[in-house]
T-cell receptor, first 111, second 113 residues
Framework: DAKTTQPPSMDCAEGRAANLPCNHS???????VYWYRQIHSQGPQYIIH???NNETNEMASLIITEDRKSSTLILPHATLRDTAVYYC????????????FGKGTTLSVSS | DTEVTQTPKHLVMGMTNKKSLKCEQH?????MYWYKQKAKKPPELMFV???????INESVPSRFSPECPNSSLLNLHLHALQPEDSALYLC????????????FGPGTRLTVL
């Protein structure tokens, strides 16, 4: 079973920030939080990951709460091309483990 | 080279056919994965290979047979499939090391008639 809970869908206006929440209340100390997205009929695309500190890259920012039970992915200036299913995944700090996908959040960006 | 390639992009096969899906990466990744994705569902893990050895089989029916001939190549052999096996088949790879991200290929769209 997936270890994360995400809202099934969200809407965002183009140019605004998209804030996608994720609950992972049972996360263990050795588990990272990963975010991927999947644009229609394409392979999932890596966005960002983190352990306990906030992270930022050219695509997004990841804010993890101090107790690590939830996180938020922030797309600072959403565009129409950001319309996709966004998956929040927790994965153990072990070689050989794989990403297990939950249902994700469908983000719709409109002009 | 920073991508995972999959061939063919589309495949239509009958229930009595034998076919193979191919996945290739040249990033030096030693973990490779097969996922199956039905329409409007998340990807489901099928197999994991670590250093060319099968490490995880998620109770996949034997009509799906994976093979990892070398560190760059992953195959999925298909035989006697059912129409319900129609799906997008995704390959992924990851550099060894606990926190590295998985890179996914574009997938093979399989239709079983």
């Amino acid at each position: 079973d997936a270890k994360t809970t995400q809202p099934p869908s969200m809407d965002c206006a183009e140019g605004r920030a998209a804030n996608l929440p994720c609950n992972h209340s049972t996360i263990s100390g050795n588990e990272y939080v990963y975010w991927y997205r999947q644009i229609h009929s394409q392979g999932p695309q890596y966005i960002i990951h983190g352990l306990k500190n906030n992270e930022t890259n050219e695509m997004a920012s990841l804010i993890i709460t101090e107790d690590r039970k939830s996180s938020t992915l922030i797309l600072p200036h959403a565009t129409l091309r950001d319309t996709a299913v966004y998956y929040c995944i927790v994965r153990a700090y072990q070689a050989g483990t794989a990403l297990i996908f939950g249902k994700g959040t469908t983000l719709s960006v409109s002009s | 080279d920073t991508e995972v390639t999959q061939t063919p992009k589309h495949l239509v096969m009958g229930m009595t056919n034998k076919k193979s899906l191919k996945c290739e990466q040249h990033m030096g990744h030693r973990a490779m994965y097969w996922y199956k994705q039905k329409a409007k569902k998340p990807p489901e893990l099928m197999f994991v290979y670590s250093y060319e050895k099968l490490s995880i089989n998620e109770s996949v029916p034997s009509r799906f047979s994976p093979e990892c001939p070398n560190s760059s190549l992953l195959n999925l052999h298909l035989h006697a499939l059912q129409p319900e096996d129609s799906a997008l088949y995704l390959c992924a790879s990851r550099l060894s090391g606990a926190y590295n991200e998985q890179f996914f290929g574009p997938g093979t769209r399989l239709t079983v008639l």
